[in-house]
């Protein structure tokens, strides 16, 4: 090699699961790191083996909400006509089913109960979704006995054997759904009038999502 020349090197990765279950690799080396010794026969350039350094980024799986099935509207202890839907990015195709989505309620109306999600065969109040072959995850909502506004979380898991050690390097954050569930909830309250068994019921702070015709 010629004093003050100049020699590209190429740094290749194998990757037995095809990137999974981190898709995007890069690396950064400096001249400093790398040695290289010339054969005495065939004319060849060999680096130093463990000479070599770098490191690997890796960056991690995300989601994203399907908009069709956010701000949905129902009545009360009805299900969405859409089940709430997630969609993942930077997952490899054969690294999908090491993922699960987390869908639970954040926020609901007061006094409400009874919402629940299904997924994968499953009833509960929360859920892990799986996701699919297609990059994707998905939960059923019923509403619960209350009108007003639920906000809906989902945020992507790891299975317990998920089998890598590869973690990302971005802080991932939970994607928020709205649900707006019609309807007025009153309750009757005594009017403080004495000598009379007389019930009167107040109205106040309802909040609730209008729907024009």
């Keep these: 090699m010629a004093a003050q020349s100049s020699t590209t090197f190429t740094l290749k990765y194998i990757m037995s699961d095809e990137g ?84 639970s309620v954040l926020d609901a109306p007061p006094g409400a109960s009874g919402h629940k999600f299904s997924a994968d065969g499953k009833v509960a109040n929360e859920i892990m979704a799986p996701v699919k072959t297609t990059k994707d995850a998905e939960a059923e909502f019923t509403t619960g006995n209350r009108g007003g506004t639920y906000k809906v979380t989902a945020s992507l898991k790891e299975k317990l054997d998920y089998p890598y050690t590869c973690k990302g390097y971005i802080v991932l954050f939970e994607k928020i759904f709205e649900v707006y569930v019609a309807g007025v909830d009153m309750s009757a309250k005594y009017d403080g009038t004495p000598n009379t068994d007389k019930v009167e019921t107040f109205i106040g702070n309802i909040p609730a999502q209008n729907e024009l015709t």
């Design 20 to 103: 999974c279950p981190c898709q995007n690799y890069g690396a950064v080396l400096a001249t400093t790191d790398i040695m290289a010794t010339k054969k005495a026969t065939g004319g060849t350039v060999t680096s130093g083996g463990e000479t070599v350094k770098g490191f690997i980024e890796i960056k991690s799986g995300e989601i994203e909400i399907d908009e069709t099935t956010d701000k949905q509207a129902a009545k009360k202890q009805e299900k969405l006509s859409k089940p709430l839907k997630v969609k993942t990015k930077n997952i490899g195709e054969k690294c999908v089913g090491w993922y699960e989505v987390k869908f």
